[in-house]
């Protein structure tokens, strides 16, 4: 593992120099390490090498997809959720839909305003950085750690990432409390207006599945007609 300076370490991964080079020179002057990989093989091994703090990755990167990238990774070694900035010629809602719906956190067009995408990979930061200096939150051998942004449960690590992360930190935050998919939108997704409420039950579905394994899904209940809860068994409303 390195040290804090990883903190402001990011990995870019695209063919297109010219989008390159400006996103480096630009976030180079914000103080941040900068690497830059063309193509997905390589890409995913860079990550197990020096995990980032943040990836912003072509959506049409040869070898590999961005999104079949980190999750190859994820089953490796790496421990802590890596941010994932997915860039694209493609703008359709749909397209867009789909890569939020997969996992990533922001999802920009190309051609884009270089000081606008700038401002949209603080945000994305930002939203991580916030998440920690709490206690853990816990039940039974279910932990989620803000500190390191890692999730266990019965000592094994629970590769939860992105969207799904931040849905189980809400939900554990307000044990035994239901809320709909407008509220979980505006709090876990920060009312993004490119997704819908079909966002909820996508990820709702996968991290019932990653908890799956140790025996902790049943806690992510769904209440009939209204929305969902964190509830472990015996918890009251």
């Known amino acids: ?39 997905g093989a390589a890409a995913a091994t860079a990550l197990q090498d020096r995990p980032p703090r943040l990836a912003i990755v072509d959506w049409n990167l040869p070898g590999l997809a961005p999104l079949e990238l980190l999750e190859a990774v994820r089953k490796t070694r790496i421990t802590q959720p890596i941010s994932l900035i997915v860039l694209s010629t493609f703008s359709a809602e749909q397209d867009i839909v789909s890569g939020l719906n997969m996992g990533a956190d922001d999802y920009i067009v190309k051609p884009f305003s270089v000081r606008e995408a700038v401002a949209r990979i603080h945000a994305v930061l930002r939203v991580r950085r916030h998440d920690t200096g ?3 939150l816990r039940f039974d051998s279910l932990m989620l750690d803000t500190s390191t942004n890692r999730v266990t449960a019965q000592g094994a690590v629970l590769h939860v990432r992105g969207a799904e992360y931040r849905l189980l930190q809400f939900l554990m935050s307000h044990p035994g409390r239901t809320f709909n998919r407008s509220q979980l939108l ?6 993004d207006p490119r997704i819908d409420e079909r966002t909820v039950d996508v990820n709702i579905q996968r991290l019932r599945k990653i908890l799956a394994a140790p025996g902790y899904h049943a806690c992510i209940q769904t209440v009939r007609g209204f929305g969902y809860r964190f509830c472990a068994p015996g918890m009251g409303d």
């Open 1 to 39: 593992m390195h040290a804090a300076k990883d903190q402001k370490y990011i990995l870019i991964v695209d063919q297109d120099v010219a989008v390159v080079e400006l996103l480096r020179d630009q976030l180079q002057r914000s103080e941040f390490s900068v690497r830059t990989i063309a193509d």
């Open 186 to 191: 505006a709090r876990v997704w920060a009312g």
């Open 134 to 136: 709490q206690a853990p």
